[in-house]
T-cell receptor, first 110, second 114 residues
Framework: GQNIDQPTEMTATEGAIVQINCTYQ??????LFWYQQHAGEAPTFLSY????GLEEKGRFSSFLSRSKGYSYLLLKELQMKDSASYLC???????????FGKGTRLHILP | EAQVTQNPRYLITVTGKKLTVTCSQN?????MSWYRQDPGLGLRQIYY???????DKGDVPEGYKVSRKEKRNFPLILESPSPNQTSLYFC?????????????FGPGTRLTVT
């Protein structure tokens, strides 16, 4: 089977740091996406990890451990506009078959 | 402007009346996909295409058809819509194999089947 788990909701404070975890069990793994989706809008791409380790992109970083089936998205210096859902997704193979987790809704408090 | 467009953005229809949702991208991307998004279930891939005339099933293909006759267009066809196909639909595209991996999503089509 295949399963991608992430917390349903998280709350953090403006200016703080938050880590959103994602664990996966899939029949095949080619890479892992993170997307941001504001309410009522389309998802927007944040990162794609193929190899183990941390990739940093401005205030956002994404980490992958393939042996543990684990990834996290780290958001620093939180801003109110970071209030959104964050979607973890696995690309299973060389084809473009992509499986999404159910998303984590992040609330930012002032 | 680089974009993915979908039409219509909103549609209310009745059970059994065939409909097509169009998707077009102007970025010369090879890969295109259709997803549906439902509360509590997240995004689920319906079909994907890796090039013209090359399509394959995603996780929830039942009740849907697609075609890829031209690189820029990837229409989603519901031959006989049913109420359980009421959903928010997104089309997406990305360049192809290798970097960049960014996938661009269209604005979404909200479909209601009564």
């Amino acid at each position: 089977g295949q399963n991608i788990d992430q917390p349903t909701e998280m709350t953090a404070t403006e200016g703080a740091i938050v880590q959103i975890n994602c664990t996966y069990q899939t029949s095949g793994f080619n890479g892992l996406f993170w997307y941001q989706q504001h309410a009522g809008e389309a998802p927007t791409f944040l990162s794609y990890n193929v190899l183990d380790g941390l990739e940093e992109k401005g205030r956002f970083s994404s980490f992958l451990s393939r042996s543990k089936g684990y990834s996290y998205l780290l958001l620093k210096e939180l801003q109110m506009k970071d209030s959104a859902s964050y979607l973890c997704a696995v690309k299973k193979n060389r084809d473009d078959k992509i499986i999404f987790g159910k998303g984590t809704r992040l609330h930012i408090l002032p | 402007e680089a974009q993915v467009t979908q039409n219509p953005r909103y549609l209310i229809t009745v059970t059994g009346k065939k409909l097509t949702v169009t998707c077009s991208q102007n970025m010369n991307h090879e890969y295109m996909s259709w997803y549906r998004q439902d509360p509590g279930l997240g995004l689920r891939q319906i079909y994907y295409s890796m090039n013209v005339e090359v399509t394959d099933k995603g996780d929830v293909p039942e009740g849907y058809k697609v075609s890829r006759k031209e690189k820029r267009n990837f229409p989603l066809i519901l031959e006989s819509p049913s109420p359980n196909q009421t959903s928010l639909y997104f089309c997406a595209s990305r360049p192809g194999t290798g970097e960049p991996y960014e996938q661009y999503f269209g604005p979404g089509t909200r479909l209601t089947v009564t």
